[in-house]
């Protein structure tokens, strides 16, 4: 999901930050450098960020995720210079917050960030407008201008003609679509969301963060999102960072952390997650384990099924589209009459998804089917396949090495013995092999030519 924003510059640089509460700081800081914990300075005072460094790209969702008491919130306030750190630099939009005086951080602070609130932060006696157009005032635009622009964003988040309500006539939901208002009102590059969404119920919850992400992908906002909720951190993050104790233990996209935690604590953590919202087609895809190429002929389909003992193979047309499936009886049968074309074994009776699908998408179609997903891109190549087995699997964290899951795969039909006797039966009339490269793709890289 990061990939698209790897490239662009950083909003924010973060370097080596650390925040300690308490007393004698310069020992505090020598001890954490030698490794201390947290809970080794407990005598000393809160070691509440410890040596946090990142950057987040211009226009991402970076998400930092951890427990009560792991160091998030004041991260994010030494992200918008609220608190000091005591040792480390921030920078945003390359403009330091660190170390300049207050007027340069307020200055920074107005033009480039917005936050939202967990408690929606709202002013009781300003109706709905005046909340929305009130970062506005701060910044001195005039009234009709701030007005104007206020309404455009409350329609924007769904709140069009409520504009004179006063915030108390608002449910949890509606008051949040106010501050996140107030906050894109602003034009901030950079919003910082402190637990937005966790006062909210749950389905408003859910509905909240996917308008957030569309509100990303339409004003290509970079946004800092801080939760406790793992499930909530894998849904909207680009990256996410995992805290524990003060440090930063993994960063990576959800499905890295999902698939590769960098540690006990982070698998533990990520196992209750619903890994079927958050894993794709594309991040659990197989190679395809038998592929022919349709101009290869029958002959070459068969030899791919026997090597592999499976009853089917997919048919790839050139530039590795994918035209069908062939079943191993159908292929036989062409085989024993000779035929040099597979075009007669070739079927339509198999699912493709796109690589983007998730895995609670494709679970219907799967239980359907008793072959693989195939995995196609837009131009209709094949790009994997999906068996069962590794989608159960990937929902359920389990290795698919096991002897037991791969008796679920699709063994094949005919033995192989009745494979090579027919493919020596008939091997005299069968035309001459067929060059290289596209004579037996039995692997899916063989079928790349
Ligand atoms: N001003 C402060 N003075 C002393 N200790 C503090 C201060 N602010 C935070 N701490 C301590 O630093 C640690 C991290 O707190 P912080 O609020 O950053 O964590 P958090 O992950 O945001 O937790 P929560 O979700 O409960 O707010 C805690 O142990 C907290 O008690």
């Known amino acids: 999901m990061s990939e698209h924003h790897s490239t662009n510059p950083p909003a924010l640089e973060v370097r080596n930050l650390t925040r300690f509460f308490g007393r004698k700081p310069s020992e505090a800081l020598e001890r954490l450098r030698a490794g201390a914990s947290r809970?080794?300075?407990?005598?000393?005072?809160?070691?509440?960020?410890?040596?946090?460094?990142?950057?987040?790209?211009?226009?991402?969702?970076?998400?930092?995720?951890?427990?009560?008491?792991?160091?998030?919130?004041?991260?994010?306030?030494?992200?918008?210079?609220?608190?000091?750190?005591?040792?480390?630099?921030v920078s945003v939009m390359g403009?330091?917050?660190?170390?300049?005086?207050?007027?340069?951080?307020?200055?920074?602070?107005?033009?480039?960030?917005?936050?939202?609130?967990?408690?929606?932060?709202?002013?009781?006696?300003?109706?709905?407008?005046?909340?929305?157009?009130?970062?506005?005032?701060?910044?001195?635009?005039p009234l009709a201008e701030?007005?104007?622009?206020?309404?455009?964003?409350?329609?924007?988040?769904?709140?069009?003609?409520?504009?004179?309500?006063?915030?108390?006539?608002?449910?949890?939901?509606?008051q949040q679509r106010v501050g996140l208002a107030r906050a894109l009102a602003a034009d901030a590059d950079i919003l910082l969301m402190d637990e937005a969404f966790s006062a909210l119920d749950p389905l408003i919850r859910r509905?909240?963060?996917?308008?957030?992400?569309?509100?990303?992908?339409?004003?290509?906002?970079?946004?800092?999102f801080i939760t406790h909720d793992l499930n909530e951190a894998m849904f909207l993050g680009d990256r996410i960072a995992v805290m524990r104790d003060g440090r930063v233990v993994q960063i990576g996209s959800a499905e890295e952390i999902l698939t590769d935690p960098?540690?006990?604590?982070?698998?533990?953590?990520?196992?209750?997650?619903?890994?079927?919202?958050?894993?794709?087609?594309?991040?659990?895809?197989?190679?395809?384990?038998?592929?022919?190429?349709?101009?290869?002929?029958?002959?070459?389909?068969?030899?791919?099924?026997?090597?592999?003992?499976?009853?089917?193979?997919?048919?790839?047309?050139?530039?590795?589209?994918?035209?069908?499936?062939?079943?191993?009886?159908?292929?036989?049968?062409?085989?024993?009459?000779?035929?040099?074309?597979?075009?007669?074994?070739?079927?339509?009776?198999?699912?493709?998804?796109?690589?983007?699908?998730?895995?609670?998408?494709l679970l219907e179609s799967s239980v359907e089917q008793a072959l693989p997903l195939a995995v196609v891109d837009e131009e209709g190549r094949l790009l994997g396949a999906v068996p069962r087995v590794t989608l159960l699997a990937a929902l359920g964290n389990v290795s698919t090495d096991t002897a037991e899951l791969q008796a679920l795969q699709t063994p094949a039909t005919v033995s192989a013995e009745v494979m090579n006797a027919t493919l020596r039966e008939t091997a005299a009339a069968a035309p001459p092999d067929i060059p290289q490269q596209v004579g037996e793709p039995t692997a899916f890289e063989g079928s790349r030519a």
Do not use: C
């Open 39 to 89: 809970e080794d300075l407990a005598g000393l005072g809160t070691a509440a960020v410890i040596d946090v460094d990142f950057d987040v790209r211009q226009g991402e969702i970076f998400v930092v995720m951890g427990l009560s008491g792991s160091g998030k919130s004041t991260l994010i306030r030494m992200l918008n210079g609220l608190v000091e750190p005591t040792v480390g630099s």
């Open 95 to 141: 403009h330091p917050i660190t170390g300049v005086g207050a007027a340069k951080l307020r200055e920074v602070r107005r033009t480039h960030i917005a936050m939202v609130f967990q408690h929606f932060a709202l002013l009781p006696h300003l109706n709905v407008l005046d909340n929305a157009a009130y970062g506005l005032e701060v910044q001195g635009v």
């Open 146 to 174: 701030r007005r104007a622009k206020a309404e455009r964003v409350l329609d924007r988040v769904g709140l069009g003609g409520w504009g004179e309500k006063l915030p108390s006539e608002l449910s949890g939901g509606m």
């Open 207 to 224: 509905e909240m963060q996917e308008q957030l992400i569309e509100l990303q992908q339409e004003l290509g906002k970079t946004i800092v």
């Open 262 to 361: 960098a540690d006990d604590y982070v698998a533990q953590f990520v196992q209750d997650v619903d890994r079927a919202r958050v894993l794709t087609a594309g991040n659990v895809m197989e190679a395809p384990r038998a592929v022919a190429s349709a101009s290869a002929g029958p002959r070459a389909a068969l030899r791919a099924m026997r090597d592999l003992q499976t009853s089917m193979v997919y048919v790839v047309a050139s530039g590795r589209r994918l035209v069908g499936v062939a079943h191993d009886r159908d292929v036989l049968r062409l085989v024993r009459r000779g035929e040099r074309s597979l075009e007669g074994a070739i079927t339509d009776d198999y699912a493709a998804v796109g690589p983007d699908v998730l895995l609670s998408d």
